[in-house]
């Protein structure tokens, strides 16, 4: 047996060890998971900064060494991930009444859990605490294929949620690591349909592509995020303004990050005035339409067929549209179904952007770095699927579960 074929098939039977639990077991062992992590958080950096002196020695992107960075902070975080999601509802063993049929046979439905999940990922390693809890109280097996750049560092976190397993006498097998980034390990990965139910990428457009191509498991899409905000005719300037540094300037390498400016014309001499001190100030580079690169020193001026990059830095795209439609339009054509916002005081036309736009997350006056999990309630986020089957938006418990038909009758047979 290979090396794959007995991870995913023990992450299977282990699977099926965690379906016995109850919510408060569940709960507990989280918690154990969530002290560990403070607990050896010197030991996970030490590994963490073994990655990032290889990253630097590979000249690894910006954007990819901010995405690979633990501190402090970061662990902090991942630890209170964990404790959110133990406050959560357990979606599993949920009912629902559906119906009872005229020959008196009563249907309802209850929330099971998919049974393994395949996460495929690049230099996340915050991926590894937030896919193993997340999974572990949905009463999902997870395995963790992380990429070369954050390989010690997914082994460290895992390492650590691996012994409150053993002291709990549960299988570590339930959070399991692919200890070889190898690319055919990999493809093997990808035709375990028989101990593998799910698989989730996250990373660049290019892993993403490569995961659907290849796999013979379902896979939940994640790509990439080129989120707007638009401008509206009756926004306030003000709020706008803050809008864009925070989602285009606060961290740039992730994707919820604001790679677009759409600006309605109504404002545009205004807004942009406002745009091109305070982006100057922050260093971000502008490319823009003929229309809006006049307010900017230094502007590329793309092409209509230009925008919809996804720039990961301080860079941002900026267009000027005639009217409420042309925004819709500029968003549908580059949008990535990710996050889109909209500032305006006008409560029809917050209305129709939501109700119009095709994303996974659609905000009114307020921040797309808000197009998270952790920000949204669920505690930590396993991906944020842009396709749409069976999730949108970014994914918690409830996304980790689907349901089964209960039926009951009295001895009602089929005539």
């Known amino acids: 047996m290979s090396l794959i074929t007995d991870i995913s098939r023990q992450a299977a039977k282990a699977a099926h060890q965690l379906a016995l639990l109850d919510t408060e077991t569940k709960n507990q062992v989280l918690l154990d998971m969530a002290a560990a992590l403070r607990q050896q958080k010197a030991f996970i950096i030490k590994e963490n900064e073994s990655d990032l002196a290889a990253a630097r020695d590979n000249n690894l992107a910006a954007a990819m060494i901010d995405r690979l960075t633990l501190n402090d902070e970061r662990i902090e975080a991942m630890a209170e991930g964990i404790e959110v999601i133990v406050s959560l509802d357990d979606p599993v063993g949920q009912l629902r009444d559906i119906t009872e049929r005229p020959n008196g046979i009563k249907i309802r ?59 709990h006498n549960l299988p570590a097998a339930l959070i399991s690591v692919i200890p070889d980034p190898d690319r055919g390990l990999l493809m093997e990965l990808m035709q375990q349909r028989d101990s593998i139910d799910l698989i989730i990428p ?10 659907t191509d290849n796999s013979t ?23 706008a303004i803050n809008l864009l540094l925070n989602g285009k300037t606060q961290r740039t390498g992730v994707c919820n990050a604001l790679e677009g400016l759409v600006v309605h014309q109504d404002v545009a001499d205004e807004f942009l005035n406002l745009c091109a001190v305070v982006l100057r100030q922050e260093g971000v580079k502008i490319n823009a339409d003929s229309q809006a690169a006049q307010y900017f020193d230094d502007a590329t001026v793309l092409a209509p067929e230009e925008f919809g990059e996804e720039y990961l830095d301080l860079e941002i795209a900026i267009r000027v549209v005639p009217d409420f439609a042309g925004a819709i339009e500029h ?62 938006g970014p994914m918690g418990l409830e996304s980790l579960t689907t349901e089964k038909y209960l039926v009951n009758g009295v001895g009602q047979i089929r005539e």
């Not at 605490?129 to 992380?146: E, P, Q, T, Y």
């Not at 996250?202 to 995961?211: H, P, S």
């Not at 952790?374 to 396993?382: C, D, K, P, R």
């Open 217 to 239: 498991i379902p896979v939940i899409q994640h790509f990439k995020g080129v989120c707007h905000l638009y401008v509206d005719k009756d926004a306030d300037l003000e709020v």
């Open 202 to 211: 996250r990373g660049g457009e290019g892993l993403i592509n490569f995961v």
């Open 331 to 392: 968003i549908a054509q580059f949008g990535s179904n990710h996050t889109e916002v909209i500032c305006t005081k006008n409560q029809a036309a917050a209305e129709l952007f939501q109700r119009s736009v095709d994303a996974s997350v659609v905000m009114v006056n307020t921040s797309s770095r808000f197009s998270d999990g952790s920000q949204l309630g669920l505690g930590a986020e396993i991906g944020i699927a842009t396709s749409k089957l069976h999730a949108y």
């Open 109 to 167: 439905k209850m929330r099971v859990p998919l049974g393994v999940v395949c996460m495929i990922y690049e230099a996340r390693p915050n991926v590894t605490a937030d896919a193993g809890a997340l999974c572990f109280k949905s009463g999902n097996g997870v395995i963790l294929r992380g990429g070369k750049e954050a390989l010690k560092s997914s082994q460290a976190i895992a390492s650590v949620m691996h012994q409150v397993l053993e002291q």
